[in-house]
């Protein structure tokens, strides 16, 4: 029992020894802080104050949570700082250590009571307000730092609010006095550079709600032009009563139109004169007790000004200081296509039709809406055409919401179906005379609105920018959308040589998902070469980590196909096509063959190898891709034309075969890029990485010499076909009906017989025979070669 009563009194000691204020960082109490009755001064107002004095300020922390330990005594420490300015005592700044006063007053439900903290505070409670809180200390550690520590717990709606009696330091035009408030113990939100008293410029302020676009020579009519004071809560602060108020534009823009267009608010307010490059507005006894005044019907001619400038209004009264606001800009064009400022552009995936048939994506196609609008009326010419141009590979499937405010076109949607170029759907061409210009005379201008609905072939990527041009107008772009492919495809360059049957390709085919889940089920992909077809099955597999599975993989008609029996799970699929084998026909010709990687599924068609899919063949119901009208309407008038090769591109890999010998036919052309960096144990053919056992190097004579038979060989000759006789230290290479042969020391060479004079002798290095390299080009019928002195 006394040991139990021994460990109940040691655990009471070292409780006893825990700080206070070690409760109130265990529980959870937030703040907000807040600047009531800020103030503004002109320069002139503030330095008029004793010593610069700002009275009447205070920032206020207001309790959002007030979630305390289990202790009654929780004593929780603010610091207040302030940034140009220090505290004010007996008609100065203090200095550190001194006890000058601070207001600190607490606001609670049970109501509201201020004391005047000083250094000598001690355990005075909020009385009235809150029992339990008392200021313990006051500290003024510089003169513009000060420490509170108050005891006592808040509740949440508690106000705590500290006064900002202060002198600002620097009392200049634009100058501010702010305030930082913390707590290691309550988290204050918003509490760092509160500004509390600011130096505003003498008199008046002004501001218009945008800015708006004028073409040079041209006029326009600005925005509603607010006018109020700087300082003082009305007009009669700042302008005397029946004084002037007077707007003036920069050099290069004159006021247009006549004194009747201008109007003010208040009505009582009237224009005193106005003239081409400035207006006199008169302010009234009724006019000056308003806290603002707003100018509308203003219109502005860049009577000279040039694309780029501004129209700057400037604006003074006597015995005020003059402000500015921008209230116009020139740009090239009158007519100015835009689409919304902050909204995301849509990511659509490319290759699919509109109802994203064979992935499970729920995009709706709509790229950004569209606004194309005039700068002033008449700014658009009906008398030539305009066009709206997409990138290749992006086609027009539909068109939502045509708008055509203004221009006097009866049916919107009919306009743009007869703007299609037939057999394009890149573009829109409205001709001319098809619409209305509008009035100079009157304020309306020409608005046209429309959302594109886009598709895009299998190979397009990227953003989708719109090009509106023509005769009449300067060539304008717009991002409405971006595309990017739901599977990319990874394959090497093969190099190979004719063969009938079974001819291997060394290189595997990588199918990788765009996103997890993408690929729907039951989805085909196909895999096809431009003139040349896979012969036998070749092998498909998955990655072990999707989750997704394939099955029926076959080749059917020289097309690989296989289809997606379930869907990935948490991370993209990755189907690689290993074992491909091709059946060749001898006479092909060498050169490159591109591979296709597609899926038939998404772009409409049947399995196998693309089909011609159009309105007429697709299902009712099921259109294939862009084998719709523009406007989805059962109509004969606009529909895409067939899939064929000329319409979109699969391509997957250009030159994936490459044939390097077409059987006993001759060539002088090479289809292989060679790359040789001088003195490097390696080359690059075509895309491959090949060792060399010694590497090119620059002869004394400056002349690039490069190892002959490993280059050969990259460029796809044989080895056997590339002969050694070391007795008279000749090198022979074979190549088709070519009999070539270079010696040793000797400046010349001899093709089928011919004697050929070489720049450089034949040299050998570490056991190997070099050549000149435009020599070997020369002798080999290599036509393309260039040397990079950097690398």
């Keep these: 029992m006394k040991k139990f009563l021994s460990m109940v009194m040691a655990a009471a000691m070292v409780v006893s020894l825990v700080p206070a204020t070690a409760f109130a960082a265990s529980g959870d109490v937030k703040a907000t802080a807040k600047i009531v009755g800020s103030k503004n001064y002109t320069q002139d107002e503030i330095e008029k104050t004793q010593n610069k004095k700002v009275d009447g300020p205070e920032v206020q922390l207001t309790y959002t949570t007030a979630d305390y330990a289990a202790s009654s005594k929780t004593e929780v420490k603010y610091t207040l700082s302030l940034d140009n300015a220090d505290f004010y005592k007996s008609g100065s700044a203090i200095a550190a250590d001194t006890d000058a006063t601070l207001k600190v007053t607490l606001k609670t439900d049970k109501g509201s009571k201020t004391i005047d903290a000083k250094k000598s505070t001690s ?185 780029g400038a501004t129209a700057t209004l400037k604006i003074y009264a006597d015995g005020n200081d003059t402000v500015s606001v921008e209230v116009a800009k020139v740009v090239d064009s009158a007519v100015i296509m835009s689409v919304e400022k902050d909204a995301d552009v849509p990511v659509i995936y490319s290759g699919v039709d509109v109802k994203n048939t064979g992935i499970t994506n729920s995009s709706d196609h709509e790229a950004l809406e569209v606004t194309v609008k005039e700068t002033f009326p008449g700014a658009w010419d009906d008398a030539k055409d305009f066009t709206f141009k997409l990138p290749q590979g992006v086609y027009i499937a539909e068109v939502l919401n045509p708008t055509a405010d203004n221009m006097q076109v009866a049916k919107p949607d009919e306009w743009f179906e007869g703007a299609y170029d037939k057999g394009d759907y890149e573009a829109l061409t409205f001709k001319k005379r098809t619409w209305t210009e509008t009035d100079p005379s009157k304020k309306d201008k020409a608005e046209l609105k429309f959302t594109l609905v886009l598709v895009a072939d299998p190979n397009f990527e990227g953003d989708v920018v719109l090009t509106l041009t023509g005769d009449a107008l300067k060539e304008q772009k717009a991002t409405v959308a971006k595309f990017v492919k739901p599977f990319t495809v990874e394959a090497k360059q093969n190099d190979l040589q004719i063969d009938y049957r079974n001819t291997k390709v060394p290189t595997d085919v990588v199918i990788k998902e765009a996103e997890a889940g993408l690929w729907d089920k039951n989805t085909t992909f196909a895999l096809s070469l431009d003139k040349i077809d896979f012969d036998d099955d070749a092998k498909v597999t998955v990655d072990d980590k999707s989750g997704l599975k394939v099955k029926d993989a076959k080749t059917s008609k020289g097309v690989v196909t296989f289809k997606v029996d379930s869907k990935s799970d948490d991370k993209p699929a990755e189907v690689t096509i290993s074992g491909l084998t091709l059946f060749m026909n001898r006479n092909l010709p060498a050169g490159a063959y591109d591979l296709d990687v597609f899926s038939p599924v998404m772009l409409g068609a049947e399995d196998g190898k693309r089909e011609t899919v159009t309105a007429k063949s697709s299902p009712a119901n099921d259109p294939g891709f862009l084998a719709q009208d523009i406007l989805g309407k059962s109509t004969t008038k606009r529909v895409v034309a067939d899939i064929n090769d000329d319409f979109y591109s699969t391509k997957a890999k250009a030159g994936f075969v490459n044939i390097i010998t077409a059987g006993s036919q001759d060539t002088d052309s090479f289809t292989t890029k060679v790359v040789v960096p001088v003195g490097e144990k390696y080359l690059i053919s075509g895309e491959n990485k090949v060792e060399i056992d010694v590497p090119a190097y620059v002869n004394a004579n400056g002349y690039t010499m490069l190892p002959l038979r490993a280059v050969a060989v990259a460029l796809g000759i044989n080895t056997n076909n590339v002969l050694w006789d070391q007795n008279t230290r000749t090198a022979t290479i074979m190549y088709g009906s070519k009999i070539i042969n270079m010696t040793y020391g000797q400046k010349v060479m001899y093709v089928n017989g011919a004697m050929i004079p070489a720049t450089a002798a034949v040299e050998i290095k570490d056991n190997r025979m070099f050549l000149g390299m435009r020599d070997l080009g020369n002798a080999l019928g290599v036509t393309d070669i260039t040397w990079d002195q950097a690398t």
């Excluded at 409670?125 to 200021?135: H, Q, T, V």
């Excluded at 600002?168 to 408030?181: C, E, N, R, Y």
Aim: glycine share 8%; net charge negative.
């Design 123 to 307: 355990d005075e409670a909020f009385a009235g307000a809150n029992d339990e809180a008392k200021i313990k200390s006051v500290t003024f550690t510089s003169s513009d730092e000060v420490e509170f520590v108050i005891e006592g717990k808040m509740s949440k709606g508690d106000v705590l609010a500290f006064g900002l009696t202060s002198v600002m330091d620097k009392t200049s035009k634009g100058k501010q006095a702010k305030v930082s408030i913390e707590s290691d113990d309550v988290k204050i939100s918003n509490g760092d550079d509160l500004v509390y008293a600011s130096v505003e410029a003498k008199g008046l302020k002004a501001s218009v709600k945008d800015t708006v676009d004028v073409a040079s020579e041209e006029v326009v009519e600005l925005k509603e032009l607010k006018i109020e004071p700087a300082v003082g809560d009305t007009l009669g602060a700042v302008i005397k009563t029946d004084g002037l108020v007077r707007l003036k534009l920069n050099s290069g823009f004159e006021f247009s139109g006549k004194k009747g267009d201008v109007k003010v608010e208040p009505s009582s307010a009237t224009v005193e004169s106005f003239e081409d490059d400035e207006i006199a507005i008169k302010v009234d006894s009724t006019a000056a007790g308003k806290d603002v005044l707003k100018i509308t019907g203003l219109k502005v001619e860049a009577a000279s000004a040039k694309a």
